[in-house]
């Protein structure tokens, strides 16, 4: 199930499906986030947060992770929607390690994630992203993502200030 891919800066990285036993060390990935690489996400990003929010319903999630020798450097995953009216239907998220931004980690995970969603039978993801990160946009628009729509004013950044939001989705079937 591993997978190794081998990244811009000559390093190999190697994407594992994320497994209850991994919390701990993507918990100490997470938490090592600079401001830079949190910036147009929701932190705090703790463990009791990770818990709560993201890993209390493995059973719903499509979740993968990185390690680059040894270490973790990227996690992501996909939630799946479980109202019969979104049947079919998951919700992507990616975090990288600050030191491993602009290698092509996040394209390598994404379309990695999008192969396990077809396989699984999910018929589209989605995703937000506040519309002043171009990077990750280029990345999603790269992998097929299309832009459905914004919605103004709905992100709340660091410098205190609103920032619009793109709407992503991916149709896989």
Avoid: C
């Avoid at 979740?63 to 270490?71: C, D, L, P, V």
């Amino acid at each position: 199930m591993d997978f190794t891919i081998k990244l811009k800066n000559g390093e190999n990285a190697v994407i594992h499906k994320f497994m209850e036993q991994d919390k701990d060390q993507v918990s100490i990935m997470m938490e090592s986030l600079s401001s830079e690489a949190t910036k147009w996400g929701i932190p705090p990003y703790s463990q009791d947060r990770l818990e709560t929010n993201w890993w209390s319903n493995l059973n719903r999630l499509i979740a993968i992770y990185a390690t680059i020798s040894g270490r973790v450097a990227g996690y992501a995953h996909i939630r799946i929607q479980t109202h019969l009216r979104r049947r079919g239907i998951g919700d992507y998220l990616i975090y990288l390690h600050q030191d491993f931004h602009n290698v092509g980690l996040g394209t390598a995970m994404t379309k990695y994630i999008l192969g396990l969603a077809h396989n699984a039978g999910l018929h589209r993801v989605s995703l937000d992203v506040v519309a002043d990160n171009k990077k990750a946009i280029h990345v999603y628009k790269k992998v097929g993502f299309k832009v459905e729509g914004t919605q103004k004013d709905a992100f709340y950044g660091d410098d205190k200030k609103y920032h619009d939001e793109v709407f992503m989705g991916f149709v896989l079937q």
